[in-house]
């Protein structure tokens, strides 16, 4: 099933080629649809069932990408001006649906570890950290049914 992307959050197949001394993983290209210039490259993990967010970058672009494990991540659009103004993305990739998520700034973004143990995620963000360009807020203050997915 296709998920639902809000304005702003894309989807995008990267390669993946399978070798028997060790997997290679495609993260991004100066080319790639996303890639707005190179500002940092962090790694962040999370346990599986454990829930990390909400964060809104005002500027800075992610780019979001899981080598290891499996990582669900939920979007959040409270743009009033946008045309996808209160809706939810929910999106699950990894090794078993290995692509790259961009996610613009302004929307809200929380995720959570559904691999079976330790789950890597990388993100190629378009700017160096700068803790003034982004707010944060608990996860139950955007409501949202992370058993149920909705």
């Not at 999106?91 to 613009?104: K, P």
Request: hydrophobic share 40%.
């Amino acid at each position: 099933m296709t998920p639902v992307l809000i304005d702003g959050v894309t989807l995008h197949p990267e390669k993946q080629i399978f070798h028997p001394q060790g997997d290679v993983f495609h993260a991004i290209k100066s080319n790639s649809p996303g890639f707005v210039c190179f500002g940092e490259a962090y790694f962040s993990s999370t346990l599986f069932g454990e829930t990390k967010g909400w964060k809104k970058h005002l500027r800075m672009t992610l780019n979001l990408l899981v080598p290891i494990g499996s990582v669900r991540f939920v979007c959040y659009d409270d743009r009033s001006d946008s045309p996808t103004f209160g809706v939810f993305s929910d999106v699950t990739i990894g090794v078993g649906n290995y692509q790259r998520l961009t996610v613009e700034p302004g929307i809200w973004v929380a995720f959570q570890g559904v691999g079976n143990e330790n789950n890597l995620l990388l993100n190629v963000a378009d700017m160096i950290h700068d803790p003034d360009e982004v707010e944060r807020c608990e996860l139950n203050e955007i409501i949202y049914a992370w058993n149920s997915g909705t």
